[in-house]
């Protein structure tokens, strides 16, 4: 009821011509022309452009960085139980929060350009979330680095479950670190690593609070993404039937990683 209903009147809506004056009347079905203008809608195919490199680099930091903590927090030690846990918290943050945090920090004259100003890397302020690509770059690696505890906590869980008579065996016949890496951790994780990247790629398609909060898909469409596209479509705009036909698309995206997701689970849990 609280799924199924709501999907369904934005589904309604998007095959509909809904305006302001029409929302609390009667709604003309108009079939597919939503969906069509949206496709010849230059914006929105920059759009969806920007979502993909959204997602990638979100896939690349959570993927990479998420590997690179675990196996750093691999070893018990006091000193790795204190990250891990600060890791747990830094997750464990509403966005909102962390969106808000990083723009301050990401600002002209923010912690960021005062540092790399103090140590010389930069003669003048970077302009994270002003200049040319920098703004979607900037929010798509915050939106990254917030998802990289997730990836770090569930390749830790992975790396644990490897049996460690494996890497007792490769001591013994001589194999170095990398050679472990390479023949016993890496294909011993992979289902896990598979399974991780659908979900930050789902994860990417659907962000919206960091960008929001960040940018507001700003400056001009630099930052826009999909749901950020369809928000502004929908509310500044007032297209309530192209925002819900940018809803439906963005849906259907986030759904083309769930099912690979659901299969891989039911798969595993026969």
Request: net charge neutral; charged share 10%; proline share 5%.
């Amino acid at each position: 009821m609280f799924v199924g209903y709501p999907m369904f009147e934005l589904v309604r809506m998007s095959v509909s011509d809904v305006t302001p004056a029409t929302l609390l009347r009667e709604w003309p079905f108009v079939g597919i022309a939503n969906f069509v203008d949206l496709f010849n809608d230059t914006r929105f195919t920059a759009t969806v452009l920007r979502t993909v490199v959204f997602g990638i680099v979100v896939l690349v930091i959570g993927v990479i960085g998420g590997l690179a903590a675990a196996l750093a927090l691999h070893a018990r030690s006091r000193i790795g139980s204190v990250t891990y846990a600060l890791i747990v918290l830094m997750w464990a943050l509403p966005p909102i929060v962390s969106g808000v945090t990083w723009r301050f920090m990401l600002f002209a004259d923010g912690i960021i350009n005062q540092f790399l100003t103090s140590i010389a890397v930069i003669d003048e302020p970077i302009l994270f979330l002003i200049d040319g690509s920098l703004p979607l770059l900037s929010v798509a690696f915050v939106a990254g680095w917030v998802a990289l505890p997730f990836a770090a906590i569930v390749f830790r869980a992975a790396l644990l479950d490897v049996p460690h008579e494996l890497y007792e065996a490769a001591t013994v016949d001589g194999a170095g670190r990398s050679a472990q890496f390479r023949y016993i951790t890496l294909p011993s994780i992979a289902p896990t690593v598979y399974v991780v990247s659908i979900l930050l790629l789902s994860y990417a398609v659907r962000s919206f609070d960091f960008t929001f909060v960040m940018t507001g898909g700003g400056p001009g469409n630099a930052s826009t993404t999909l749901p950020v596209f369809g928000y502004l479509t929908a509310f500044t705009a007032f297209d309530y039937s192209a925002g819900a036909a940018v809803a439906v698309i963005t849906i259907l995206a986030v759904l083309l990683f769930a099912l690979p997701y659901a299969r891989s689970i039911r798969r595993r849990a026969l």
